[in-house]
């Protein structure tokens, strides 16, 4: 691979400011009810959408340290397929695919209502931030092409 300037490096300042602002994601999404191992979950279904090697690495590893089970990380890119999933956990993931692949149909109406089924206002507002950060994470490390290697 053709080395690439580093976005994180080359302005370190921006990349922490990103690093801040998703430390708050986080935080707030905890403050309002959801799992850190679900959040993990989410950041790695949308990081192999979005083809990034480095993100979806690092939030392998997250969710394994927060305890998720090695089946469930697994098979969250086949979510609908699977009964390892709550339907509260599908919805938040329905959402999240949607908000990060917005250019395909904007947010559908019934994905975020189904979600609302489950989720109050201040989670829904974590699940579609942390959709948004994480594609910013994603443009950034594939982007500058972070090295993945064993």
């Given at each position: ?44 279904r949308l990081s192999q ?102």
């Amino acid at each position: 691979m053709n080395s690439r300037v580093s976005l994180s490096k080359k302005n370190a300042k921006a990349y922490s400011q990103l690093i801040t602002m998703s430390n708050n994601i986080d935080e707030q999404a905890i403050l309002a009810g959801l799992e850190e191992g679900f959040i993990h979950l989410l950041k790695l279904r949308l990081s192999q959408i979005n083809g990034c090697a480095f993100c979806v690495r690092l939030h392998t590893q997250d969710a394994q340290k927060c305890g998720v089970s090695i089946d469930k990380i697994a098979l969250v890119a086949t979510w609908k397929e699977t009964e390892y999933f709550s339907e509260k956990e599908k919805s938040a993931l329905s959402l999240a695919e949607s908000v990060n692949l917005i250019h395909n149909e904007y947010v559908p109406d019934d994905i975020y209502q189904e979600s609302a089924k489950y989720w109050d206002e201040a989670q829904l507002a974590s699940i579609e931030w942390i959709s948004i950060i994480i594609g910013a994470f994603n443009r950034v490390a594939i982007t500058s092409r972070y090295s993945v290697k064993p």
